[in-house]
């Protein structure tokens, strides 16, 4: 399975990232997205919950944050732990933003299975959405 989709966009990383820090402007960007809140700052141990348009609400824990280059976040699933990672790369004319979804514990080849296609599927539109946001200022 693919685990990840990129995006080049024409801006900074610090730009990029001040984006990502605004966790309740994430729907205006990402079209499966109708709600999304972080409870605290935007550093590692805060958590949030995202309200997709199909499916449950997922909590969400930030376990790393290291701006303006990368944030990595993990759901928990029964006996597996899914993890969403995103990085700002700097390249010629701007960056290129990754985002890569992992999965791990006892169940982890199960839900990489069932979930995984379409969390890398969703990362298209995201992406899109997110460089549209970035560029346009």
């Known amino acids: 399975m693919n685990n990840q989709a990129s995006v080049k966009v024409q801006a900074s990383p610090e730009k990029v990232f001040s984006i990502y820090r605004k966790v309740s402007e994430w729907p205006l960007w990402d079209p499966e997205l109708l709600e999304a809140g972080l409870e605290g700052p935007f550093a590692a141990g805060s958590t949030g919950v995202l309200r997709p348009k199909r499916g449950p609400a997922v909590r ?3 376990v790393q944050v290291s701006a303006p280059y990368a944030f990595v976040s993990e759901s928990a699933l029964p006996f597996c732990a899914m993890r969403v990672e995103h990085y700002i790369e700097e390249c010629e004319g701007g960056c290129e933003i990754v985002h890569r979804v992992t999965f791990s514990g006892p169940l982890g080849f199960l ?8 969390v890398v599927r969703g990362f298209a539109p995201a992406l899109a959405g997110l460089k549209g946001a970035v560029e346009s200022g």
């Open 60 to 62: 969400f824990r930030l």
């Open 111 to 118: 839900f990489r299975r069932i979930l995984g296609p379409s």
